[in-house]
């Protein structure tokens, strides 16, 4: 993994916050219906009830900061109270084009100030790293799509044989895939760690914390064994990782090393 060049900066200074390069939502884009359900009449007046608690201009200076630290361009944050304490990187804002990461309301709040610190990190180093726009997981995921429909098509002409052996290289993909996906959370986290350290925060002890708090509400399902059809790595194994200072392996482009190598 090769971080994004960046260019030196004075040590615990956070970046004045500039409106035009983030934006902070609490709300998808008003539209004219009217709640229908007591679901939505909650969800609306949790989001309101967010945005009323939240250091607003705080949260927008970190996001700054990072953004900058990450040498992104802009950065449209939505905080969604439908998503808890989960956050997402990914897709574009119509209008400008401008990368978006969701951020659960539940992580606002001073008692959670270092995970929200954390995950806003972790989901900027997803941005520059360009995971949502050119990871190879959407290659080896479009080859799994590929060979599902050769395994549908050779089955309804009869090839059964043929069928067996594209499902079974389906699932090889699709392993593969989720595979690449836990590299980057990996990455993400190593990357996470040096952006906080560019703002002269303490970069490793805040995506332990974040980490700590994400194991809490892991299903133990998912430690035992689940992660292996999962696309991230189970909080142990990224405490690990982090604890190293090493982003993971790299290799991407040999399949059995892929599947069985640094399995978490």
């Avoid at 201009?57 to 953004?67: D, N, T």
């Avoid at 292996?228 to 909080?235: D, I």
Wanted: hydrophobic letters at 45%; a negative charge.
């Amino acid at each position: 993994m090769t971080h994004p060049k960046h260019t030196p900066k004075t040590p615990g200074a956070l970046t004045v916050f500039d409106p035009a390069a983030v934006r902070i939502s609490y709300a998808p884009p008003a539209d004219d219906s009217t709640p229908d359900s007591a679901d939505d009449v909650a969800e609306t007046e949790a989001t309101a009830a967010a945005a009323k608690s939240t250091d607003l201009p705080g949260l927008a200076a970190l996001a700054e900061a990072l953004r900058t630290a990450a040498h992104l361009p802009g950065v449209v944050v939505v905080v969604d109270s439908a998503i808890g304490d989960n956050a997402a990187a990914g897709g574009h804002d119509r209008c400008s084009r401008t990368p978006v990461l969701e951020l659960g309301a539940d992580l606002l709040g001073e008692p959670r100030r270092q995970v929200l610190e954390g995950t806003l990190a972790h989901e900027v180093a997803h941005l520059a790293l360009g995971h949502p726009t050119r990871s190879w997981a959407t290659i080896w995921r479009n080859a799994a799509r590929a060979a599902v429909a050769g395994a549908l098509l050779t089955a309804a002409a009869g090839w059964l044989q043929t069928a067996v052996v594209l499902a079974a290289l389906t699932v090889a993909l699709c392993l593969i895939t989720v595979r690449v996906r836990r590299l980057e959370e990996y990455d993400a986290d190593h990357y996470a760690v040096t952006l906080l350290d560019r703002l002269g925060q303490p970069g490793l002890q805040i995506l332990t914390t974040m980490l700590v708090d994400a194991a809490r509400d892991e299903p133990a399902w998912y430690s035992w064994g689940g992660w292996v059809a999962g696309e991230h790595p189970t909080a142990a194994a990224r405490l690990r990782a982090v604890g190293r200072g090493m982003p993971a392996a790299r290799h991407i482009l040999n399949p059995l090393r892929v599947l069985f190598g640094l399995a978490r």
